[in-house]
C-alpha cells in the first residue's frame, strides 16, 4: 500500500512538473505562434507608451480605442503627442487601467470613453496570447495576479501547442483571436512604433442589417457602486501626479441604440454626478450613421475614426481652454 501511494505521488508530480515545464518553455522559450496577431498592437502601443516623454494625451479603453482614436491626427490637432492603450475589451478593462496608470505622469491628459464592466474584469488567457515572448510584461502580470496568471496559463498552453502543431489557427482560432481575421486586420494593421491602427477601412463591411442584430443600452444601473469607486479612484491618483483624466462618451451606430432620448438624458445626468471628471462630448454627438462604421456598431472605419478622434480633440481642447 505504501508502494503504491509513493508511486502514485511520484507520478503525479512528474505529471504536474512536466506540465509546467512545458508551459514554461511555451512561455519563454519556442517558435511563436500568434506573432501575427492583432494582439499585437497591444504591445506596441505599450511600448511606445514606455518610451513617451513629457506631457501627453492617452486614451484608454478596449477595441472602441484603437479602431476609433487616429493618435496620429490626434497628435497633429492637438500639437501634444497621442497614445491609445486598449486593443480588445477582452483582455479586461481592470488589466489595461493598471497597465496605463504606471505611464500617467504631470500635465498628462488621459481620455476614457466610458464603458461599464465589472470587478476583477481580466481575460487571462488573451492576455496571455498578447503577451507571448513578453517576459517582463508576463512577470507583471504573475506578481500582480499570481491566481489568474497561474489558473490561466494552462489554457494558453494548450491554444499555443494547438497552433503550433495544427496549423495557423484551424478550426476557429484564427477567427477568434486575430491572426487574421475575415475582416482583414492582424498585427500588421498597427503601427510598430506607435501602436496606431493604419489599417485603411473604407467602408463598412458588414451589411446594414447584420449591423442591427447588435443593439446598445445603457442605464443608471449599468454604473455600479464599485464601478463608479473604481474609476474616480483611477481619476483621483492620475489628478494627484499632476495629470487630468476626460471622460466621453463610445461611438456607437446611431441606429444600433436601443434607447429614447429620455433614456439617454437619464443615465448621461447621472453619469456627470456620479464622476470626478469632465464629460468633453455629448452622447449623441458621437454616434454617427452606418456608412462610418466597420464591422460591427462601434468599430469605426477610417473615415468615422478621424471623424470622432476629431470630435475628441475639439471637446479637449474646449476643456483645457
Not at 492583432?38 to 504591445?43: A, D, M, P, S, V
Not at 464592466?117 to 513578453?134: A, H, M, P, V
Not at 441606429?255 to 432620448?261: D, F, G, H, Q, V
Not at 452622447?283 to 469605426?300: G, R
Request: glycine share 8%; net charge negative.
Amino acid at each position: 500500500m505504501k508502494r503504491f501511494f509513493v508511486k502514485s505521488v511520484s507520478i503525479l508530480l512528474c505529471a504536474f512538473f512536466l506540465f509546467y515545464g512545458m508551459t514554461a518553455l511555451l512561455l519563454f522559450g519556442g517558435p511563436k505562434a500568434f506573432a501575427e496577431n492583432y494582439q499585437q498592437g497591444y504591445i506596441y502601443q505599450y511600448r511606445a507608451l514606455e518610451r513617451a516623454e513629457g506631457e501627453k494625451i492617452v486614451t484608454v479603453g478596449g477595441s472602441n480605442v484603437s479602431f476609433n482614436v487616429n493618435t496620429d491626427l490626434m497628435t497633429s490637432l492637438t500639437g501634444i503627442p497621442a497614445y491609445n492603450l486598449g486593443i480588445h475589451a477582452d483582455m479586461g478593462y481592470c488589466y489595461v487601467f493598471e497597465d496605463v496608470e504606471p505611464f500617467i505622469g504631470k500635465g498628462d491628459k488621459v481620455i476614457f470613453p466610458l464603458w461599464p464592466f465589472t470587478k476583477n474584469d481580466y481575460g487571462s488567457t488573451l492576455i496571455w496570447i498578447t503577451l507571448e515572448g513578453q517576459p517582463d510584461l508576463i512577470g507583471n502580470f504573475i506578481s500582480r495576479h499570481p491566481v489568474e496568471a497561474l489558473t490561466s496559463v494552462g489554457s494558453f498552453s494548450l491554444k499555443k501547442l494547438y497552433a503550433l502543431t495544427a496549423g495557423k489557427f484551424a478550426d476557429g482560432l484564427k477567427a477568434k483571436y486575430g491572426d487574421e481575421t475575415a475582416w482583414g486586420y492582424k498585427a500588421s494593421s498597427f503601427d510598430p512604433e506607435t501602436g496606431n491602427m493604419t489599417y485603411v477601412r473604407e467602408e463598412p463591411v458588414s451589411p446594414y442589417g447584420v449591423m442591427l442584430l447588435n443593439k446598445f443600452r445603457f442605464t443608471p444601473n449599468n454604473l455600479s457602486g464599485w464601478y463608479v469607486s473604481y474609476i474616480n479612484g483611477f481619476i483621483d491618483r492620475c489628478r494627484a501626479k499632476g495629470a487630468e483624466v476626460y471622460l466621453t462618451y463610445p461611438t456607437i451606430m446611431r441606429e444600433s441604440l436601443a434607447m429614447t432620448e429620455e433614456e439617454i438624458e437619464s443615465y448621461t445626468s447621472f453619469a456627470k454626478e456620479q464622476f470626478h471628471a469632465e464629460f468633453i462630448t455629448d452622447f449623441l454627438s458621437v454616434c454617427y450613421e452606418y456608412e462610418d462604421y466597420f464591422n460591427i456598431p462601434t468599430h469605426l472605419n477610417s473615415a468615422g475614426m478621424d471623424k470622432y478622434t476629431a470630435a475628441l480633440a475639439n471637446g479637449l481642447r474646449n476643456a483645457m481652454a
